[in-house]
C-alpha cells in the first residue's frame, strides 16, 4: 500500500528565518505529489504539485519544493518565512490504480508555527 | 464562484442521534470527495462520487454512515446513530476531475461534536 510519512509533526521557527518541512513517501509505481496548506478553521488549499519534468517545484507564498526519486522524499522549503506562514502543512501522494483513476493518500500533518 | 460549500460549520449532538452534513461542490466540478480528520488518524477519504455516483465507499467506517449525492450541486453525508467516536471535522470537497492534475478544492469543514 502506498503511504505518506511527513516525520515532523511540529516545527517551531522564528520569523525571517528558512524552514524545510520534510515528506517521505513509499510507492513502487509512478506517483504524483502534492503539498497542500491548511489555516485555522478552513479546509485545504493546494500549494503545489509534482507531475513531471524540473524536479524542483516551485508555489504559492513563495515556498518550493524538490522531488528526489532516490531518496522517496518531496521535502518543502521557504527561504524566509512570515507570520502568515502559521498553519498545518499536508504532503499528498497520489497514483494511479489499476482500475484506472488515482487516490489521493495525505500524511499526517505538520504544524508549522511562526514565532516573532 | 463560491467554492465548496458545507454546512453547518459546527453540529453538537447527542449520542444516538441522526446527523446529517451537507455540500455543495463547486458547479462543473465532476467529482466529490468527503473527508474526515481527527487527531488520531489525520485525514481519511470516506467515499467519493463521480457523476452523482458513488465509485469508492471503503472508507465508510461502518453502516451507520452513509452519503448520497441526488444531484450535481448537493451532496449529504449522514450519520445516524451517531456515537462520541464520531466526533472530528468532516470535509467535502471536489474537483473538476479525478486525474492527479485536477487539484482537490476543500470547503471549510463541519466540526461534528457528538456527546
Known amino acids: 500500500a502506498q503511504s505518506v510519512t511527513q516525520l515532523d509533526s511540529q516545527v517551531p521557527v522564528f520569523e525571517e528565518a528558512p524552514v524545510e518541512l520534510r515528506c517521505n513517501y513509499s510507492?513502487?509505481?509512478?506517483?504524483?505529489l502534492f503539498w497542500y496548506v491548511q489555516y485555522p478553521n478552513q479546509g485545504l488549499q493546494l500549494l503545489l504539485k509534482?507531475?513531471?519534468?524540473?524536479?524542483l517545484v516551485k508555489g504559492i507564498n513563495g515556498f518550493e519544493a524538490e522531488f528526489n526519486k532516490s531518496q522517496t522524499s518531496f521535502h518543502l522549503r521557504k527561504p524566509s518565512v512570515h507570520i502568515s506562514d502559521t498553519a498545518e502543512y499536508f504532503c499528498?501522494?497520489?497514483?494511479?490504480?489499476?482500475?484506472?483513476?488515482?487516490?489521493?493518500?495525505f500524511g499526517t500533518g505538520t504544524q508549522l508555527k511562526v514565532e516573532l | 464562484d463560491a467554492g465548496v460549500i458545507q454546512s453547518p460549520r459546527h453540529e453538537v449532538t447527542e449520542m444516538g442521534q441522526e446527523v446529517t452534513l451537507r455540500c455543495k461542490p463547486i458547479?462543473?466540478?465532476?467529482?466529490l470527495f468527503w473527508y474526515r480528520q481527527t487527531m488520531m488518524r489525520g485525514l481519511e477519504l470516506l467515499i467519493y462520487?463521480?457523476?452523482?455516483?458513488?465509485?469508492?465507499d471503503s472508507g465508510m467506517p461502518e453502516d451507520r454512515f452513509s452519503a448520497k449525492m441526488p444531484n450535481a450541486s448537493f451532496s449529504t453525508l449522514k450519520i445516524q446513530p451517531s456515537e462520541p467516536r464520531d466526533s472530528a471535522v468532516y470535509f467535502c470537497?471536489?474537483?473538476?476531475?479525478?486525474?492527479?492534475?485536477?487539484?482537490?478544492?476543500f470547503g471549510n469543514g463541519t466540526r461534528l461534536t457528538v456527546t
Open positions: 470537497a471536489s474537483s473538476r476531475e479525478q486525474g492527479y492534475n485536477s487539484p482537490l478544492h
Open positions: 510507492s513502487s509505481v509512478s506517483v504524483y
Open positions: 509534482y507531475l513531471s519534468g524540473s524536479t
Open positions: 499528498a501522494v497520489s497514483y494511479i490504480l489499476t482500475g484506472g483513476g488515482n487516490k489521493l493518500t
Open positions: 458547479s462543473g466540478h465532476d467529482y
Open positions: 462520487f463521480n457523476n452523482n455516483v458513488p465509485i469508492d
